[in-house]
């Protein structure tokens, strides 16, 4: 089997990260507090709890944005712009790439988001009803608009590539970091700065996911990934930024590299707007998409980090799309859902996790499942259950899958030259 960027271009690496979650401002605590099975479910602070049925989010916490971005910034920017801003100053620093006059032509931004600004949204919306148009903000448009971030990243640093923003609800982090990967292959660029970012935590958000029946109403140790006794997902917000290259420009460079971003698959359902096609079928041809993408056999896979969102339907129909992608060795193979964790961020929460993906291979160290207590017949895979454990991993699949029947998988993979 032949990988594609074999024929159509460079490998593809990673030389930075960023992110901030509901268990850390950044990369290194975020991740020990996921080692730790540390979880991020709390208080309800940034709107009426009251109005819910649901006990507690993984909000970001003791988040200033003036202090990040300065007071002027933060007050023009809505809150998921703020959170990808951060992210992205964090995985420009550790890359060490700087944009200029001579590369910035070179350089694409391709960010995911569900919905982009719907706290401003909300916000503005009320600033109307109760004081009317005049008083609106004249950056409500800008802080609301889905491509809002990657505008306002692309005019921080200077980027005049391609600014794409993808918004297929949670698949956008990893869709957006598949179409920087075909972009550097295709040799439309030198690097990109690629993610997802966003904060939906306002009451018609959740209550949306509540009335569709998708949240959990426990007010302790949620979610539940793949437990038989899982009631839903529990919603987070946060951001994960990665810089991408070209191998051959990264190691020009100098660069430290910390992954190789293997192969991509997307595939969408065309079966139910919320609901997974029957036996996980669009979720395990995405898999294999990835797979062939990266030329590498179901048999090469270590482990799967899951989409694992805790809900009936998808946690039941994710392991049969693992399986059918797998065959026998999905029983050999460590799944581990890290929204446990951080709850479930949405468009942003592929980036967060192909982060993830990077530092299991880093450190040879499995992120558990937590809150795993009863298991489902109809789940009957190694989970990696409340506890991370060391694991040979040297390639691993980030699954994220999205309302709409949109299913994208990363294949990530330990450099070797």
Not at 62 to 83: I, M, N, T, W
Not at 85 to 99: D, T
Not at 388 to 413: M, Q, S, Y
């Amino acid at each position: 089997m032949q990988r594609s960027d074999q024929v159509n271009g460079e490998r593809v690496v990673v030389t930075g990260t960023g992110m901030i979650t509901a268990v850390g401002h950044n990369v290194a605590d975020s991740w020990s507090a996921i080692m730790k099975g540390k979880s991020g479910f709390g208080d309800i602070t940034l709107f009426d709890g009251d109005l819910h049925g649901l006990c507690g989010v993984c909000e970001v916490k003791d988040f200033d944005p003036d202090e990040h971005l300065g007071r002027k910034v933060a007050r023009r920017s809505d809150r998921y712009q703020q959170l990808a801003s951060v992210a992205a100053a964090e995985a420009l620093e550790q890359s060490g790439f700087q944009v200029t006059d001579e590369n910035r032509e070179r350089v694409g931004l391709y960010l995911g988001t569900g919905v982009g600004g719907i706290r401003t949204l909300v916000s503005q919306e009320h600033v109307l009803i109760d004081s009317g148009a005049r008083r609106l903000s004249p950056f409500a448009i800008t802080m609301i608009m889905p491509n809002g971030a990657g505008g306002l990243l692309s005019i921080e640093y200077g980027i005049q590539g391609p600014s794409i923003t993808i918004t297929t609800a949670c698949a956008a982090g990893s869709d957006a970091i598949g179409h920087a990967l075909r972009a550097i292959r295709r040799g439309e660029v030198d690097a990109a700065v690629t993610g997802g970012s966003e904060s939906i935590l306002t009451s018609v958000a959740v209550g949306g996911f509540e009335r569709a029946g998708a949240t959990s109403t426990k007010m302790s140790g949620t979610p539940q990934p793949f437990d038989k006794n899982r009631d839903g997902l529990v919603p987070g917000e946060g951001a994960g930024i990665l810089v991408l290259e070209s191998l051959s420009h990264a190691q020009a460079r100098g660069a430290t590299i910390l992954g190789e971003i293997a192969g991509y698959g997307q595939t969408t359902d065309a079966y139910h707007i919320t609901a997974p096609s029957p036996g996980g079928y669009g979720a395990s041809r995405a898999i294999e998409k990835a797979l062939d993408d990266a030329g590498l056999p179901a048999t090469a896979v270590d482990y799967v980090s899951a989409h694992g969102t805790a809900t009936q339907l998808n946690d039941s129909h994710e392991t049969m799309s693992i399986k059918s992608a797998l065959g026998e060795h999905a029983y050999d193979v460590a799944v581990s859902s890290t929204k446990s964790m951080t709850g479930h961020v949405m468009g942003a929460t592929g980036a967060i996790e192909s982060i993830f993906c990077l530092l299991t291979i880093r450190d040879q160290m499995l992120p558990p499942t937590i809150n795993y207590e009863t298991p489902d017949p109809e789940c009957d895979l190694d989970y990696v259950p409340n506890e991370a454990r060391p694991a040979e991993v040297k390639v691993a699949i980030n699954n994220a899958f999205g309302f709409g029947g949109h299913n994208a998988v990363l294949v990530i993979k330990e450099f070797v030259e």
